[in-house]
């Protein structure tokens, strides 16, 4: 399949945070349109079938299936490829691919950016496959429930190294300034269905790093062996604190409203590594996520 318009254009299809924003657009649902739309020579909208959307929180992440996504097809210069993969996390977090949409009943090659493996379990699918019109569907969402072949067998090494993330309270994230340089902190955190919740000054260096590269590193230091999280970082504001019982702890984050000053995080695995006495081991962040 070919996907190239000529020596510096591409065809990208985008279905969430990159697309074009409509007239009644909620800002936060189109907010990273505005980092490539000097790379845009054209949109259409178009689908994409045998594929499902999953509604993240934050962003929607696509996979394979048996349903069908609204999206647009972007034609821009090949120069915005690094710009949607530094946004995308490809190839660790998101990764890019070649497929077939359809634009005005003809099927067009384009770019797109799949979902990591184990992402979407426990998620809702956007029953209409629109990122954009999610909140105007009737009823209530379909879900994605773990199946039993996706939550085992797990090995015991990784089931224990999750379970010590579990009953942690505090590690140190590590994130990557503007200039390059790493920054490291410590933080509160607590887990809940594969994922860390951080919770992170609204100002603060960390979030401000975040905010530009959401790759992130959480350790959870031992003196008898040590855990490293590689993960993507991203603004929680879906999520209740107050179901996070590793957080409820912090009185002044028991009201989040009413601590402007402090922001959630949510870091979806991407690698896990353990280290020990016994060697070094490491797992897949779709791996992780199975665990339950």
Known sequence: MNVKLDDNRINVFVYGTLRPPRPHTIGEDSRYFHLIETF??????????EADLFDMGE?????RGLNMICGDLLSVDKDALAVMDRIEGH?????????????????VGA??????????????????GDWLCRREE???????????????????????AVERLAVAANGWLSSVRPDGRAC???????WRQGRAYLRVGYDSETSRNVAENPSVVLVHPDPDGYLQLEGWATVARQVD?????????HSDFLEQEAQPDFILLEVTPTLLRLGDTTGYREWSGGEVMRVR
């Open 40 to 49: 845009v020579h054209n949109q259409r909208p178009a689908l994409l079938k």
């Open 91 to 107: 190839p660790t977090f998101f990764r890019r691919e070649r497929v077939s949409v359809v634009v005005s009943d003809q099927l």
């Open 184 to 190: 490291s902190a410590p933080v509160p955190f607590a």
């Open 241 to 249: 604190v107050h179901a996070l019982p590793g957080l409820m702890d």
């Open 111 to 128: 770019w797109i950016y799949w979902a990591p493996d184990g992402l979407t379990f426990g998620r809702s699918r956007i029953a209409g």
């Open 138 to 160: 009737g009823g209530q969402p379909a879900h994605n429930p773990p199946a039993a072949a996706d939550c085992g067998p797990v090995a015991l090494d990784l089931r224990r």
């Open 59 to 63: 962003y929607p992440a696509a996979v």
